[in-house]
């Protein structure tokens, strides 16, 4: 029995000591003699701290004596004075009081374990947190500086775009605003007008652009929203044909409009995202299509009640896209290297589509072929809409007049840019407005003080006296809390909107003016009505054709129709339906509407069943 306790007691690796109440050695083992550098046989009858003096380890041993109790402590650390170069080790220990029959402590029970290697592994870790705290300390700042510098250069930011958008409206404000006026002179012959319908939508599409620019840290933001309205889909679908028509025939291109005969003509959805899609996609066709031609398919199908699922089908004969290239074309500021090839685009058009659509609850799909063309696919869910809830855009109707029930307002042009206020000022001086005109802000308080006008459009950057001064200047008076304010703008920032509203104008236009936004909002906050020219309907498709519509017709005019039809020439077409006039008349007509609206596939469809 004593030979197996002594096997174990030297073979174990816990250092084990026995101690008298002196604190002398009685006996150790052979783990913490070889631990101390001495062999068992040193240690009884010295003194446990004349070999290792340690006052604050001394006080514990005495106050186990005393009270009797054990006493245990983790991780010590402790230098041997034999063995310097040990370093520090570490031990567990614990003090075990060793007492006799009447309860008196007569010695100690010493038990230590070694635990260096995992101290010094617990104490690497922690000089590791510290050091991974410190570097999150340092890239939490880090992360500070930088956000705050993205601050500060998103604040630089908005003021370089603000400015931008100074720079680059006050120009395309006179571009449209005088083609607008010239096109309200009669004496301007048709095709000279037709070519200001040309300039006028290419400027609003760039209009659009600068917007999209302006605005393309809300896509980012996803803070883009849906503005649901009802349109008339025929119309947007006609202005996508004439505002191509020109740059089509420029290339010698054809271009196709096909709208199928489900499509409702009343939609609701957002038209403006809708135009903005389509006018990416037609331009990039244009674009990149030299010979051949461009279709604009518009289709139908039915959705979950009660959506239906809008569908447009843009296709060219252009040079197509690379299978690889499709899907990057599709992220922002990237573009295909065909599109590299060519000056012009930022590669943003077809990310903000796609964006557009998937907001719109659809999706975009792109096929194509090196060489022979590219298929842009759309769909979009939306509902029909209805003709009483279509509210005909002011654009739609050109002013003309100011109705006989309406009183004469006067009205003060503000702005220090000559040729705006000069554009505007003939643009209400046309229709019947009595209309002045000043330069800065003390100008402006002079003129409302002793003309007294209904309505003021203010510029808010101006010289001597700014707008935003004249404004407060006037509305902080009791009369001029009744005159009408638009702030008038070439900044097309909602904050700036906001800001101005704030300080108490009634509304606001940004430049470049539109004539339809600002009789608009004229009639809102003046109660004005006005005298419209007559517009004639686009409905599409105007006339149904039929198979009977095609009976005494030979079937060699027929199969001659059906190869005019598919060789695509406008010219060829009219020249060729021309000989049914005479003695087919209403056959005559529904082939020309349709033919004018290049609507050849449903002339085809037809001619399939005859």
Not at 268 to 281: A, T
Request: aromatic share 10%; hydrophobic share 40%; charged share 30%.
């Amino acid at each position: 029995m004593f030979f197996m306790f002594d096997k174990i007691f030297n073979t174990t690796h816990l250092s084990i000591v026995y101690l008298d109440n002196q604190f002398n050695f009685i006996r150790v083992n052979k783990t913490y003699a070889n631990a101390c550098g001495y062999e068992p046989e040193f240690f009884p009858g010295k003194n446990h701290f004349a070999l290792f003096p340690h006052k604050e380890n001394e006080e514990i041993f005495r106050r186990v004596i005393e009270t009797g109790k054990s006493f245990s402590i983790y991780a010590k650390p402790f230098e041997f004075p034999n063995h310097p170069e040990w370093g520090t080790t570490y031990w567990d220990w614990t003090l075990q009081p060793v007492k006799d029959k009447d309860g008196n402590v007569e010695g100690l029970v010493f038990i230590l374990v070694d635990v260096t290697h995992s101290k010094k592994i617990e104490l690497e870790f922690k000089k590791l947190n510290e050091s991974l705290e410190e570097k999150v300390k340092d890239r939490t700042l880090e992360l500070k500086k930088a956000k705050e510098a993205a601050e500060q250069a998103n604040i630089a930011k908005s003021a370089f775009l603000s400015n931008m958008s100074h720079e680059l409206r006050t120009p395309l404000n006179i571009i449209l605003g005088y083609t607008q006026l010239m096109q309200r002179d009669v004496i301007t012959s048709e095709q000279h007008k037709k070519y200001l319908d040309t300039i006028s939508h290419s400027g609003r599409h760039l209009l659009a652009l600068i917007n999209d620019v302006l605005e393309i840290s809300k896509i980012e933001a996803n803070k883009t929203k849906i503005q649901v309205t009802t349109f008339d889909l025929y119309r947007l679908a006609k202005n996508m044909e004439l505002m191509f028509q020109a740059k089509t025939k420029q290339k010698k291109l054809q271009f196709v409009l096909d709208i199928h005969s489900n499509v409702s003509r009343f939609i609701s959805s957002d038209e403006s995202k809708l135009r903005h899609i389509l006018i990416n996609l037609l331009s990039n066709a244009v674009k990149f299509t030299e010979e051949g031609g461009i279709v604009l398919r518009v289709q139908m199908k039915k959705g979950k009640f009660p959506d239906l699922c809008l569908v447009f089908v843009v296709e060219d004969s252009g040079v197509g896209i690379e299978t690889e290239e499709i899907e990057k074309i599709l992220q922002p500021f990237v573009q295909s290297a065909k599109t590299l090839k060519n000056i012009e685009g930022t590669g943003l058009g077809l990310a903000i589509s796609k964006k557009y659509v998937e907001l719109m609850g659809g999706t975009l799909s792109v096929s194509s072929q090196v060489g022979k063309g590219s298929k842009f696919h759309v769909e979009i869910k939306c509902k029909a809409g209805k003709k009483e809830e279509y509210q005909e855009k002011a654009e739609d109707r050109k002013v003309i007049g100011i109705s006989q029930n309406s009183n004469i307002p006067k009205i003060l042009v503000v702005d220090d840019a000559d040729d705006s206020r000069f554009l505007l000022v003939n643009l209400l001086e046309t229709v019947g407005f009595e209309v002045r005109e000043a330069g800065n802000g003390l100008e402006v308080i002079d003129i409302w003080t002793s003309w007294n006008p209904h309505l003021i459009f203010m510029d808010m950057r101006m010289p001597i006296l700014d707008g935003l001064e004249a404004t407060r200047r006037i509305k902080e008076t009791e009369h001029g809390k009744d005159t009408v304010i638009i702030a008038f703008s070439a900044s097309a920032f909602e904050e700036d909107k906001a800001h101005f509203l704030k300080i108490g104008c009634d509304g606001f236009l940004s430049k470049p003016i539109i004539e339809a936004e600002v009789f608009e909002v004229i009639a809102k906050h003046l109660g004005i009505e006005y005298r419209y020219k007559e517009v004639k309907d686009v409905s599409l498709p105007i006339q149904e054709l039929n198979p009977e519509d095609f009976t005494g017709i030979s079937k060699d005019s027929l199969n001659a129709l059906r190869d005019v039809l598919m060789s695509l020439s406008s010219d060829e077409i009219s020249s060729f339906i021309k000989q049914f006039e005479s003695g087919h008349k209403q056959l005559y007509q529904k082939l020309t509407e349709l033919s004018q609206r290049f609507q050849y596939t449903v002339i085809l469809d037809v001619l399939s069943k005859t």
